[in-house]
Nanobody, 121 residues
Framework: QVQLVESGGGLVQAGGSRRLSCVVS????????VGWYRQAPGKQRELVAG???????NYADSVKGRFTISRDNAKNKVYLQMNSLKPEDTAVYYC???????????????WGQGTQVTVSS
């Protein structure tokens, strides 16, 4: 069973920084693309940042230059460094990963349970 668990959320003042972590555990043969999404109250879940296994990244326009996604393949961890936070960054942040559970299986997308980030003005 594959599990993704996020951590690092909390309350931060505007202009501050926060680093989110996501650890992937369980039956894992390979982890392909990973990403961070967020969902604010009353809004749809949106992509924040994505990172392929080859190292290519993409970011939402609203976070470009402020957020950085990275991964530690040896530890099966994914990070989101968030700087210059704004109140509009307040949301539940979710980690996802495209994972092949065992050799020969089809990759599928797994999600974490989310971690709340609240940015006060």
């Amino acid at each position: 069973q594959v599990q993704l668990v996020e951590s690092g959320g909390g309350l931060v003042q505007a202009g501050g920084s926060r680093r989110l972590s996501c650890v992937v555990s369980g039956s894992i043969n390979s982890i392909n693309a990973v990403g961070w999404y967020r969902q604010a109250p009353g809004k749809q879940r949106e992509l924040v940042a994505g990172l392929t296994s080859g190292g290519s990244t993409n970011y939402a326009d609203s976070v470009k230059g402020r957020f950085t996604i990275s991964r530690d393949n040896a530890k099966n961890k994914v990070y989101l460094q968030m700087n210059s936070l704004k109140p509009e960054d307040t949301a539940v942040y979710y980690c996802n990963a495209d994972i092949q559970p065992w050799y020969g299986s089809s990759p599928r997308l797994y999600w974490g349970q989310g971690t709340q980030v609240t940015v006060s003005s």
